[in-house]
């Protein structure tokens, strides 16, 4: 099994960011961050990035689980979660076009 890779730092993102769209360090971070902040601002409507996937609200139900120390059983309450749902470009991109 290959060793995974470090995740990307947002420095490095921004500089990725520059060398492709041919801007500044300082544009590129501030649309970084202008993105990050509309994702959060709109993520209760659902907020889509085209090609990646989109960010959206959803509501668990209460269920019952188990203690994995103790076997005892507990109920865990409903409560709202955010998710991430991937596109299908960004699968296919990523882990190949399955035929």
Excluded: C, H, W
Excluded at 29 to 54: D, H, M, R
Aim: hydrophobic fraction near 40%.
């Amino acid at each position: 099994m290959a060793k995974a890779s470090k995740p990307l730092t947002k420095s490095q993102i921004v500089t990725s960011l520059t060398e492709t769209a041919g801007i500044t360090k300082k544009q590129a971070t501030q649309t970084l961050e202008a993105l990050v902040a509309l994702a959060y601002k709109n993520a209760k409507n659902s907020f889509t990035i085209p090609g990646l996937g989109k960010l959206v609200l959803a509501n668990r139900k209460a269920r019952k689980g188990r203690n994995p120390a103790t076997g005892e059983s507990i109920k865990i309450p409903a409560k709202r979660v955010l998710k991430f749902l991937v596109s299908k470009t960004a699968k296919d991109a990523i882990l190949g076009v399955k035929k």
